[in-house]
């Protein structure tokens, strides 16, 4: 993320599916907080510090900060509403879904 | 009113192209959200989540990923979208592209995009996958 750049865009956008957006399948907008948008939330602690440990990552087995304090942690993570993460713990049933984009056939 | 799947109270809210971070309760129904404001009743939400003044992101989008490369992809899925969980990634762009590159595995343009199906049910965060057909 550019500090006072422009800011990435987001993925699809409200107001261009205003109509369809009470119907099951209404395609998806990711990136903004804003009403028609996905519930996709992270919360962030920005003073919390920890001490990164690889065998608290559920995916890589080394880091090269490991052990290092670092600053600023993510608290809960939401997808389309639903609590996902919290505090090390991953919760619920896996809820990914793919996105189809319009116009390209995948 | 109508009632809210979930309300979670209290958040700085930081959003692409404002300047600044506003404290404020969302509102979600259906899965999106519904009601952004700076204060949202919880009388008829079913859920309510004290966000302690806490920071809130957009669910983040990351742009590039090539999940399945050095492990199988429907293994490969669950570990990487329980990390990408833990960093507040909701929604990631897997990349495949034709030739040798998955597990030194490859195939036709058609077999390549039949890919990104590979561990649905297993996996935690929205995705899209663009498919490079290198001919």
Same mark, same amino acid.
């Given at each position: 993320?550019?500090? &006072? &750049?422009?800011a ?9 599916r *205003?109509g369809?957006r *009470? ?5 998806p907008?990711k990136?903004?907080i ?11 602690d920005?003073?919390r510090?920890?001490?990164?440990r690889e065998a608290?990552?559920?995916s890589?087995r080394?880091?090269p ?7 600023g942690?993510v608290?809960?993570t939401f997808?389309r509403?639903h609590l996902?993460?919290?505090?090390g ?5 896996? *809820?990914g879904?793919?996105?189809r *984009?319009p116009?390209t &056939?995948? | 009113?109508?009632?809210?799947d979930l309300v979670?109270?209290n /958040?700085?809210v930081?959003r692409?192209?404002?300047? #600044?971070?506003e404290?404020?309760?969302? #509102? /979600?129904k259906d899965?999106r959200?519904?009601?952004? =404001?700076p +204060?949202i ?5 079913? +859920?309510v989540?004290?966000?302690? #003044? @806490?920071l =809130?992101?957009p669910g983040?989008?990351d742009?590039?990923?090539? /999940?399945?490369i050095y492990?199988?992809? =429907?293994?490969?899925?669950?570990? +990487?979208s ?5 960093g507040g /990634?909701?929604?990631?762009?897997t $990349? ?5 590159y $998955? @597990? ?5 343009? =058609?077999w390549?995009?039949?890919?990104h199906l590979?561990? +649905?049910g297993?996996i935690?965060?929205?995705?899209i996958?663009?498919?490079g057909c290198v001919?």
């Amino acid at each position: 993320m550019k500090a &006072g &750049g422009e800011a990435s865009p987001s993925i699809g956008s409200p107001s261009s599916r *205003r109509g369809t957006r *009470r119907g099951a399948s209404a395609s998806p907008a990711k990136g903004d907080i804003a009403v028609g948008y996905d519930a996709d939330l992270a919360l962030l602690d920005p003073t919390r510090r920890f001490v990164l440990r690889e065998a608290e990552s559920p995916s890589s087995r080394y880091s090269p900060f490991e052990g290092q304090e670092l600053t600023g942690q993510v608290e809960a993570t939401f997808l389309r509403g639903h609590l996902i993460y919290e505090r090390g713990a991953i919760i619920g049933p896996p *809820r990914g879904r793919y996105v189809r *984009r319009p116009g390209t &056939g995948s | 009113m109508t009632s809210l799947d979930l309300v979670v109270k209290n /958040v700085r809210v930081v959003r692409p192209r404002q300047a #600044g971070i506003e404290r404020l309760d969302l #509102g /979600v129904k259906d899965g999106r959200f519904a009601l952004v =404001a700076p +204060e949202i009743s919880t009388g008829h939400a079913r +859920e309510v989540v004290d966000g302690r #003044g @806490l920071l =809130a992101f957009p669910g983040l989008v990351d742009a590039h990923t090539h /999940v399945g490369i050095y492990a199988p992809l =429907a293994d490969d899925a669950v570990t +990487e979208s329980k990390a990408a969980a833990k960093g507040g /990634v909701t929604t990631m762009l897997t $990349y495949f592209r034709t030739g040798q590159y $998955y @597990l030194n595995r490859g195939g036709s343009c =058609a077999w390549t995009r039949g890919r990104h199906l590979a561990g +649905e049910g297993r996996i935690r965060w929205d995705r899209i996958s663009p498919v490079g057909c290198v001919l």
